[in-house]
């Protein structure tokens, strides 16, 4: 099937979820295997690009500050020495239509694009797992956090990565859920209702409290 699709001249996109805390073990193992897998992608599987996501075991995210580790690291070496195309999954833990899943999104947002990552995947809210509990809202905080991290220092990055992980790391166990897309969009009109663009407002309000200058 693999050799079809590159003979059809398709478009090969290659996706891995190293497991943090599982048989790779911890921060710095899982980012080696992160590392060899994302180049086997391109060299095994003729990839045109590659789809990251390392996700914490006991928490199923890819928010947590190991796995933002692991995912910042891997695509600093690798951009360092090729050209691939990069992207990265986003599982935050809260749900639609709460802050948290705002600045989980954001986080790995400014995490990627200041580590090097190219593409950014849309943001599956709720650990991606829930039904109805993704919208375009978590995808919008995606771009502009990125767009207004593109340029900053790695020491000023790092500084906002900080606190906006020590925000929220505390509060897993007790996560909102949020809302289903039906329940915090119009579904006529495709439009976010104003209860999403007020906590909206408020967690932009925040990332520029930190020091992220969002337009």
Known sequence: MLAGWVAQGNTIMIEQMPIFGGYCGGVEETTICDIATTLASF????????LD???HIRWGITTSRETLQIAAHAAAAIDAHTDLLLANQYYPIA????????LE???????????????????AAAKGVVQDKTTGMEAR???E??????????????E???????????NYKSAPAGKRFQECYNV????????????????????????????
């Open 160 to 170: 906002i990565l900080e606190k906006l992980v020590s925000g929220y790391e505390g």
């Open 145 to 158: 956090a990125a767009a207004a991290t593109a340029g900053m220092k790695i020491s000023e990055v790092n």
């Open 188 to 215: 006529k009109t495709v439009q976010p209702t104003d209860e999403y663009l007020k906590v909206y407002d408020g967690a932009v309000a925040k990332l520029r409290d930190l020091g992220l200058n969002i337009r």
């Open 141 to 143: 905080i995606m771009g």
């Open 105 to 123: 999104t954001a986080t790995q947002a400014i995490s990627d694009t200041a580590s090097g990552r190219e593409l950014l995947s849309g943001s």
């Open 53 to 55: 996501g390392p996700i």
């Open 43 to 50: 060299t095994v599987f003729h990839a045109n690009y590659h």
């Open 95 to 102: 749900g639609p239509c709460t802050e948290m899943c705002l």
